[in-house]
């Protein structure tokens, strides 16, 4: 089978979290005999380098990252343009025509474009010849950019603004989802969302695994105290959680264990983020890392204090297959068998969530035990061979029969 790959970020052997997916994936339908190219926006991330998968690519070309827009650029496409703003960072006018060529030239069975923003590629593209499409949705922009009811009440101006951007972007993405043969997500409970909204909506779910040999740290340990957490700060549910972590958990934190250290790793960390994150003693900024198991390694604990978003959060399973004990909320452990005291800690209130990792610290071998059953159950539920036996079902499936029902 013929496939093309469609991606936000070139994916390379330390990419993490749903970067980490496409590279597993991309690799494996390779070893499994299928003809993979690969079209791209140049990610951010150094280290990438020469990494063998792109010898093994039977095309691949990349395009630069679209540029920051300036505020009088925003104003315009939100005025003037379909495309609604959380895809605006990934719009690039130059990747239509690329994507169109590449299916020409090459005569692809499918292509497949990883996460929901690079679908408006396959979407009323005027250079694309007639292809088998999928979309991979990690997550729904629509569903995972609400505001929950529980978040502090925004101004009336903001809140208007918000509902018209939502409703727009909803109309926008379900529209996407529509013109393909099927979308994929990670989880049943995505699906289930999805198909609340469209239900006939085309779904089928593909869960993820874990590259467990990568992120084996076994015999590693370190005399520091830490936690950590990572993410891209471009997502709103990162940015929102580390804010809210920050202001109302880390400082019970940092009373109860003064020499604790907290590393927050990622891009796009906003300025006012960055802001606070510097007026809080302890908090560790070091930007987007090409390899993260060094601080995992040395980690006391892992916290995602996500409390919006949708998808499953592969840098939790990530941090399980490392045998690092989880502190997140119910959101950030949706998609994941988690039972709280068990393999992880779950927590949706700031005292809960510094209590919670407050006992890991000073439980060492209840920490342990948990993370060794953390650890197992990723390793029986998240596995590798299981996920690409789905996905090559689903790409048969879509190119014998295009849009059947699953």
Not at 231 to 246: C, K, M, T, V, Y
Not at 334 to 357: F, H, K, R, T, Y
Request: charged residues 20%; glycine residues 6%; aromatic residues 8%.
């Amino acid at each position: 089978m013929k496939i093309l790959v469609i991606t936000s970020h070139l994916p390379h052997r330390r990419s993490i979290s749903g970067h980490q997916i496409v590279y597993q994936r991309i690799r494996r339908l390779m070893d499994a005999g299928h003809q993979v190219g690969l079209c791209s926006l140049r990610g951010t991330a150094e280290g990438t380098g020469n990494d063998p998968l792109y010898d093994q690519l039977s095309d691949l070309r990349v395009l630069p990252a679209p540029a920051r827009a300036s505020l009088a650029r925003r104003v315009r496409d939100y005025t003037l343009s379909r495309i609604p703003p959380p895809y605006w960072p990934y719009h690039s006018p130059a990747m239509y025509r690329a994507v169109g060529d590449m299916v020409h030239e090459a005569d692809y069975d499918v292509v497949l474009a990883e996460f929901s923003q690079m679908g408006q590629y396959l979407y009323e593209n005027p250079w694309l010849p007639a292809v088998r499409t999928i979309i991979s949705a990690h997550e729904c922009a629509s569903i995972s950019t609400r505001t929950p009811l529980f978040l502090p009440q925004r101004t009336w101006a903001r809140s208007v603004a918000e509902h018209l951007i939502q409703r727009d972007l909803r109309r926008f993405e379900f529209d996407l989802y529509r013109s393909v043969d099927r979308v994929l997500t990670l989880t049943r409970a995505d699906k289930f969302t999805l198909q609340m909204y469209a239900p006939e909506l085309r779904v089928s779910v593909v869960p993820p695994g874990v590259d467990h040999d990568y992120f084996s740290l076994e015999g590693v340990g370190s005399s520091e105290s830490s936690i950590v957490f990572t993410g891209q700060f471009s997502d709103p549910a990162n940015r929102d959680g580390i804010e809210w972590f920050l202001e109302h958990s880390w400082p019970k934190l940092r009373q109860l264990h003064p020499q604790l250290i907290f590393y927050v790793l990622g891009p796009n960390l906003p300025p006012h983020t960055y802001a606070l994150a510097r007026r809080h003693p302890g908090v560790r900024l070091p930007g987007e890392m090409a390899d993260i198991r060094p601080y995992l390694a040395k980690a006391k604990a892992f916290v995602c204090p996500v409390r919006m978003g949708s998808g499953l959060k592969m840098k939790i399973l990530e941090a399980m297959s490392a045998g690092v004990p989880v502190v997140t909320t119910s959101i950030g452990a949706e998609g994941i068998p988690v039972q709280s005291g068990v393999n992880a800690m779950l927590a949706d209130e700031p005292q809960m969530l510094a209590e919670a990792v407050d006992l890991l610290i000073s439980d060492p071998l209840f920490a342990k035990r948990m993370a060794e059953q953390a650890h197992r159950m990723v390793r029986e539920r998240f596995n590798w061979d299981l996920s690409m036996k789905s996905l090559e079902s689903v790409l048969r499936d879509v190119v014998k029969t295009g849009s059947a029902s699953r």
